[in-house]
């Protein structure tokens, strides 16, 4: 079945570091796909999202390029700060069938 | 422009006794709906959505249930709650267009003691 697969966490880094979230995911069908993050005690928000190769999501300074030729989808950032530290789960979507998650990365960023 | 409630924000509840959790959304007509379950640590299990009023699919057989008794709510019970239903509940709902994205609620923290 339809699958995706997260870079296991969790990841620290410290404040100013580039990060990056590794995704792959399942090529059946035409996927949208997407990241969202959770903060501590909260629901899911959605992140950023991307619906054809080439696409490139960006929001509050991630982004994420769908790549069709390697399956990726990897979550960026030029400079983490603090307030970024959550859980982001990538995802990704056919049609209208549910939604099928990663497990999701822990991030944590020190000052 | 839409959006999702859902309530109680953290229960806590004895082992045995009935659950009833209830999520509406607003702003949006005949959105598919769904309920989510986040063990501590862990990843999203989906337990149940809705593509319509009545229509319920169970991705999870387990002592919980969901009904959708309206278009835009959402509800879901247990008669009997067990420990291993402890978690972070989360409804969720999304428009029925193909590769749309989910948007979700705020969460409700159970605890089973």
């Known amino acids: 079945g339809d699958s995706v697969t997260q870079m296991e966490g969790p990841v620290t880094l410290s404040e100013e570091a580039f990060l990056t979230i590794n995704c792959t995911y399942t090529?059946?069908?035409?996927?949208?796909l997407f990241w969202y993050v959770q903060y501590p005690g909260e629901g899911l928000q959605l992140l950023l999202k991307a619906t054809k190769a080439d696409d490139k999501g960006s929001n509050k300074g991630f982004e994420a390029t769908y790549r069709k030729e390697t399956t990726s989808f990897h979550l960026e950032k030029g400079s983490v700060q603090v307030s970024d530290s959550a859980v982001y789960f990538c995802?990704?979507?056919?049609?209208?069938?549910?939604?099928?998650f990663g497990k999701g990365t822990r991030l944590s960023v020190i000052a | 422009s839409q959006t999702i409630h859902q309530w109680p924000a953290t229960l806590v509840q004895p082992v045995g006794s009935p659950l009833s959790l209830e999520c509406t959304v607003e702003?949006?007509?005949?959105?598919?709906l769904y309920w989510y379950r986040q063990a501590a640590g862990r990843g999203l299990q989906l337990l149940f959505y809705s593509v319509g009023i009545g229509q319920i699919s169970s991705e999870v057989p387990q002592n919980l249930s969901a009904s959708r008794p309206q278009d835009r709510q959402f509800i879901l019970s247990s008669k009997k709650l067990l420990l291993s239903d402890s978690g972070f509940y989360l409804c969720a709902w999304r428009v029925k267009q193909g590769g749309s994205p989910l948007h979700f609620g705020n969460g409700t923290r159970l605890t089973v003691t």
């Open positions: 090529a059946t069908g035409y996927p949208s």
């Open positions: 702003g949006t007509s005949n959105p598919n």
């Open positions: 995802a990704r979507v056919s049609g209208n069938t549910p939604l099928v």
